[in-house]
């Protein structure tokens, strides 16, 4: 049964229903235990006179029991909200039950003891010394109703009334401490979960923070190596080119046929242009800055399209930008934000196929710039996108999934962010946000500067 705002509080102001089930459990064994002793008293061993209205009473009081079990089977307790009802009730059918059978001679009187222990453990103590009273007050009338005309049976009626408050007190105390100590080890068990939950939150936010200080770790490490190893070739390269330029240029000032000048020249020109593919790669590996500088986006833009130029898939795909007029400048550490753009078009071109499309917009509104990145590729994943900016989240054989987690956090640190702004099976949009340095324009731009980057 599900716990709800109604459930009730014991006398210790903690929700009675973990107590009460089991408490419950309890009482309907030792009542079903009573009457089926009752029963073999009257039938098998007790005397034969009113056994058919003993028989009645204990089964008015099986009938009870079964519908406390059938209750206390569906998670409930039969008639919770009464309990002096119950005691009542209890208090008559003992007295009714001794007042057929012998009086207060008759066994049933000790059914008294076991009505006043269900009560302790179901019931709160005030509960149960009026449950005494009711039972001492029902033994008491059995007594008057029957006589007492001896000093023993005085005793025995002092006696049995001084034994029902012993067990009173004594069920009363066990049970209290019973609930102390189960109360006091249920608070402790919830503070232990607390504590676990906390822990197991503390030590995911640490993995977390781990791996992403790894992850941007690697990512510079490697960025490192590759500026090394592209400097190593640029000059292994670069040597013998400068070399062969210069012969070129020596052979074509000699005197030659028009063809051979020619042809030098057009040589010359594609040595030049080598020479100036190693300068930008250069360029581009040399050991980052983390200078702040004061930056056009859209030289910065231009540069990275120009280093994006190389990658193998540019071929057959279009780079359109739009770039609109006016635009504040930006505070950031340029290489880094360079590398962010750099990213976003590598992966503009992954995701396109030979004739596609890709289109940078810029635009500002207040103090904030806005540079969309859109490419009508495969799009994402619906189950993918909450993972894009995690470390190591990637789709690509080769994918490092550094990416994006790695444009965030430079992002970040610039005041900036990236969202992924739209995407679907035509395409995808992720949009840069970074603030204005100058101060704001007053509105936001809408003329735009369009040009297109055949591959
Ligand atoms: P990597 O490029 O190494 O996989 P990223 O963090 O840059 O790492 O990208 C993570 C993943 O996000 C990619 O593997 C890809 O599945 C997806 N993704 C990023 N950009 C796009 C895009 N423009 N179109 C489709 N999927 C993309």
Not at 121 to 144: D, E, M, N, W
Not at 199 to 227: D, N, P, W
Not at 409 to 415: A, K, M, P, V, Y
Request: net charge negative.
């Amino acid at each position: 049964m599900p716990a709800s705002a109604s459930v009730p509080h014991d006398d210790f102001g903690r929700e009675e229903f973990s107590w009460q089930l089991p408490a419950e459990g309890i009482t309907i064994r030792i009542r079903w235990f009573g009457l089926c002793v009752g029963y073999v008293l009257v039938n098998l061993l007790g005397p034969v006179q009113n056994r058919v209205e003993l028989n009645a009473i204990l089964t008015l009081g099986a009938v009870y029991a079964l519908l406390d079990t059938i209750w206390s089977l569906r998670g409930q307790v039969f008639l919770r909200a009464a309990p002096l009802f119950i005691s009542l009730m209890e208090a008559v059918f003992i007295g009714v039950l001794c007042h057929f059978d012998r009086g207060l001679e008759s066994p049933f009187r000790f059914y008294y003891f076991l009505s006043l222990l269900t009560c302790a453990i179901r019931y709160a103590p005030s509960i149960t010394y009026i449950t005494f009273v009711l039972h001492a007050t029902s033994f008491g009338t059995l007594a008057l109703s029957h006589g007492v005309d001896t000093s023993e049976e005085l005793t025995a009626l002092v006696m049995m009334v001084i034994f029902m408050g012993w067990v009173t007190w004594a069920s009363t105390a066990l049970v209290t401490l019973l609930k102390t100590a189960s109360f006091k080890l249920s608070d402790l068990n919830t503070e232990l979960q607390n504590n676990q939950a906390q822990l197991e939150r503390r030590i995911a936010e640490r993995t977390r923070e781990l791996q992403e200080s790894q992850a941007l770790l690697v990512q510079q490490e490697k960025q490192a190596a590759f500026g090394l190893l592209a400097a190593g070739i640029a000059h292994e390269v670069g040597n013998p080119l400068a070399a062969i330029s210069s012969l070129v240029q020596m052979m074509n000032r000699r005197e030659l046929d028009d063809y051979m000048h020619e042809k030098l020249g057009l040589i010359d020109e594609q040595l030049r242009r080598i020479q100036r593919t190693l300068h930008e790669l250069v360029d581009f590996s040399r050991p980052a800055t983390n200078d702040v500088a004061i930056c056009d986006i859209h030289e910065v833009l231009d540069n990275a399209l120009n280093i994006a130029k190389y990658y193998k898939r540019k071929k057959g795909k279009t780079i359109v930008t739009s770039y609109a007029d006016g635009l504040s400048r930006v505070e950031i550490v340029r290489d880094r934000i360079l590398q962010v753009f750099l990213n976003l078009i590598l992966n503009a071109m992954d995701a396109t196929g030979e004739g596609g499309t890709i289109e940078i917009h810029t635009s500002q509104q207040d103090d904030v710039l806005r540079i969309a990145v859109c490419d009508d590729g495969v799009g994402i994943d619906p189950d993918y996108r909450a993972r894009l900016f995690q470390p190591y989240f990637t789709t690509k054989a080769t994918g490092t999934g550094l990416g994006l987690f790695v444009c965030r956090n430079i992002l970040q640190e610039s005041g900036g962010d990236i969202e992924l702004t739209g995407t679907s099976s035509s395409g995808t949009t992720f949009t840069v946000s970074l603030p204005a340095f100058d101060a704001a324009p007053s509105e936001e731009r809408t003329t735009a500067t369009t040009s297109a980057h055949d591959g």
